[in-house]
């Protein structure tokens, strides 16, 4: 049974960091594709970034580009998201998400797995 646990969520001012990780186990986790997605309310869950399997491909929302950045640690089973320049417009539920096909997706239904969320809040 494959798990992803989020953390790393919390309150901070726009224009602070925060970095969120997800931690994978119950499958190789080298063979796994990642994701980033947030879900604001009242609005449908959105792409932020996903790197493949070995971490040379990385793909971001243009709406956190040069802000965000996406890693992982295949040593480690974790998955990483490091958020600057953070808006009010970044608040939101945050979940990791793993795939077993090859490429980098930026659709939900490209991901089998998906973490419980964790949530960010920014203030303005």
């Known amino acids: 049974q494959v798990q992803l646990v989020e953390s790393g969520g919390g309150l901070a001012q726009a224009g602070g960091s925060l970095r969120l990780s997800c931690v994978v186990s119950?499958?190789?986790?080298?063979?796994?594709?990642m994701g980033w997605f947030r879900q604001a309310p009242g609005k449908e869950r959105e792409f932020v970034s996903a790197i493949n399997r070995s971490g040379g491909t990385t793909l971001y929302a243009d709406s956190v580009k040069g802000r965000f950045t996406i890693s992982r640690d295949n040593a480690r089973t974790t998955v990483y998201l490091q958020m600057n320049s953070l808006e009010a417009g970044d608040t939101a539920v945050y979940y990791c998400?793993?795939?077993?096909?090859?490429?980098?997706?930026?659709?939900?239904?490209?991901?089998?797995?998906w973490g419980q969320g964790t949530q960010v809040t920014v203030s303005s």
């Open positions: 998400a793993a795939t077993d096909s090859g490429g980098v997706y930026n659709t939900a239904r490209a991901y089998y797995y």
């Open positions: 119950g499958r190789t986790f080298s063979y796994l594709v």
